[in-house]
T-cell receptor, first 117, second 111 residues
Framework: AQTVTQSQPEMSVQEAETVTLSCTYD???????LFWYKQPPSRQMILVIR??????QNATENRFSVNFQKAAKSFSLKISDSQLGDAAMYFC??????????????FGKGTKLSVKP | DADVTQTPRNRITKTGKRIMLECSQT?????MYWYRQDPGLGLRLIYY???????NKGEISDGYSVSRQAQAKFSLSLESAIPNQTALYFC??????????FGPGTRLLVL
């Protein structure tokens, strides 16, 4: 069974600095999707970034980028120029590409990010 | 207007009561999901539906049931609520490239 591990329950960063959140996963599949979701205090789950495993290029979305290391099964999120509004829980998630009834989204337990002014 | 809506946003109920959480979407997606979030455990899948006639159990379906009334509506029921069902519940749809879009969540407290 696939698993997703976020080893940092909490992280802290100074405003305007850069922070990296870690995520590792375990799968025997070769084709899959990886996601980072953000959950601010409003509790809404917001998609931050998506990576397709068959693409070697790391995904980027403005200040958010990932370091996807397929062989190491690692998918870290880098937040540059951190802002107060980045403070939230961040969840890493995995889904096999061709899942049918077996391919559901699997979440890590989350990392709580605090941003200091 | 939000693409995925959930009602109610907050609910307090008593042990043994039957309650229903409702989800509606305007995204036109066939696939819909119900998740439960507990502190320190992330999100866990309760039920999912690929269309009106295709409903499947997820990781933690015991104590829950669902109804897919239409493509746009997917309801979650707790037949006899118990305190350990106190949690934050999310509905989601699935769209392009497996991306899931979440509703705002329903916070449920069972006394």
């Amino acid at each position: 069974a696939q698993t997703v591990t976020q080893s940092q329950p909490e992280m802290s960063v100074q405003e305007a600095e850069t922070v990296t959140l870690s995520c590792t996963y375990d799968t025997s599949e070769s084709d899959y999707y990886l996601f980072w979701y953000k959950q601010p205090p409003s509790r809404q789950m917001i998609l931050v970034i998506r990576q397709e495993a068959y693409k070697q290029q790391n995904a980027t979305e403005n200040r958010f980028s990932v370091n996807f290391q397929k062989a190491a099964k690692s998918f870290s999120l880098k937040i540059s120029d951190s802002q107060l509004g980045d403070a939230a829980m961040y969840f890493c998630a995995y889904r096999r590409r061709y899942g049918g009834s077996q391919g559901n989204l699997i979440f890590g337990k989350g990392t709580k990010l605090s941003v200091k002014p | 207007d939000a693409d995925v809506t959930q009602t109610p946003r907050n609910r307090i109920t008593k042990t043994g009561k039957r309650i229903m959480l409702e989800c509606s979407q305007t995204k036109g997606h066939d696939r819909m999901y119900w998740y439960r979030q507990d502190p320190g455990l992330g999100l866990r899948l309760i039920y999912y539906s690929f269309d009106v006639k295709d409903i499947n159990k997820g990781e933690i379906s015991d104590g829950y049931s669902v109804s897919r009334q239409a493509q746009a509506k997917f309801s979650l029921s707790l037949e006899s609520a118990i305190p350990n069902q106190t949690a934050l519940y999310f509905c989601a749809t699935r769209g392009f490239q497996e991306t899931q879009y979440f509703g705002p969540g329903t916070r449920l407290l069972v006394l």
